[in-house]
């Protein structure tokens, strides 16, 4: 029989290395239920945070609100190069993955797009990769897991990451989600 061997916290996850070295993350869900799912195939350790950037905060390049004369911006853009490999902030379910159909207006604007629920009405969303997303809508992932790579398709101007955050349905600045939901 094979039992845990060790179960680490970080923050609203907890990961079980079992007596073989498999390795799990199990996470809480709206209804209370918790998921596991395994750290092979893509995924790999949190780095204790509940939620840590896509990306360091030193190439952003866009920031969230007003852009007068150009419309209002529902997220931060991270200028990284193309190819760069997006990771998810923190563990949770795939509600969307768009791949981009050539269009720039409302969701073909976000070109290839994932989108990640939380639980507790937390939502991530990462625009503009280069390619279809390696991730299907209900796929469960860990924190840091690859949800594509850094592109310029949809409604873009060069290669960057737009990366957007909701909370209960409402759309916020990334900076206030992360220093609400972050733990340290």
Do not use: C
């Not at 939502?123 to 992932?141: F, I, K, Q, R, W």
Request: no cysteine; aromatic share 10%; charged share 15%.
């Amino acid at each position: 029989m094979v039992t845990p061997s060790t179960i680490h916290e970080y923050g609203n996850q907890l990961k079980i290395v079992m007596d073989d070295a498999t390795s799990f993350m199990a996470y809480p869900t709206l209804g209370g239920l918790w998921i596991v799912s395994s750290v092979s195939g893509g995924g790999s350790t949190p780095s204790g945070d509940r939620f840590v950037w896509p990306f360091d905060l030193s190439t952003v390049t866009d920031e969230y609100g007003n852009r007068d004369p150009d419309p209002y911006h529902n997220g931060i853009d991270f200028g990284v190069a193309g190819g760069s490999i997006v990771k998810v902030m923190g563990a949770g379910t795939v509600t969307i993955s768009q791949t981009w159909q050539g269009g720039t207006s409302g969701m073909d604007a976000l070109g290839n797009y994932v989108r990640v629920d939380h639980g507790g009405g937390l939502l991530t969303g990462y625009a503009h990769m280069e390619s279809s997303p390696p991730v299907s809508v209900g796929d469960v992932l860990v924190q840091q897991q690859n949800v594509g790579a850094v592109g310029d398709t949809g409604y873009s101007f060069g290669n960057h990451l737009h990366m957007e955050t909701w909370e209960n349905g409402t759309r916020i600045n990334p900076r206030d989600w992360m220093n609400s939901y972050a733990t340290t």
